[in-house]
Nanobody
Framework: QVQLVESGGGSVQPGGSLWLSCAASGAIHGLLSLGWYRQAPGNQRELVAS?????????TDSAEDRFAVSISGDSALKTVYLQMTSLKPEDSATYYC?????????????WGQGTLVTVSS
């Protein structure tokens, strides 16, 4: 079993910055990737950024030049960070941490509870 604990988020004015972090613990030895998705009201959940076990990041186009994803930790605890800069109102959404890993017989995923990001003047 994998547990995810998110922190960060909140409200900021356009052009501001926020950090998100997500600590993954438990059966994380099969980690494939950790990342962040977001979902705004009325929209589908979409990938924002993710990072593979080896450290290779992936970004959605809108986040490529403004956000940075990183990972740290060891075999017992991994933390994924999302640094968001130059935030825009359209970045407002609930952000979800996402874990993808290999279990004993199949690949599986775990979602965090979500943290709200509001960008507004």
């Amino acid at each position: 079993q994998v547990q995810l604990v998110e922190s960060g988020g909140g409200s900021v004015q356009p052009g501001g910055s926020l950090w998100l972090s997500c600590a993954a613990s438990g059966a994380i030895h099969g980690l494939l990737s950790l990342g962040w998705y977001r979902q705004a009201p009325g929209n589908q959940r979409e990938l924002v950024a993710s990072i593979e076990r080896e450290g290779r990041p992936t970004y959605t186009d809108s986040a490529e030049d403004r956000f940075a994803v990183s990972i740290s930790g060891d075999s017992a605890l991994k933390t994924v960070y999302l640094q968001m800069t130059s935030l825009k109102p359209e970045d407002s959404a609930t952000y979800y941490c996402h874990y993808e890993g290999l279990g004993t017989s199949a690949q599986f995923e775990v979602w965090g509870q979500g943290t709200l990001v509001t960008v507004s003047s």
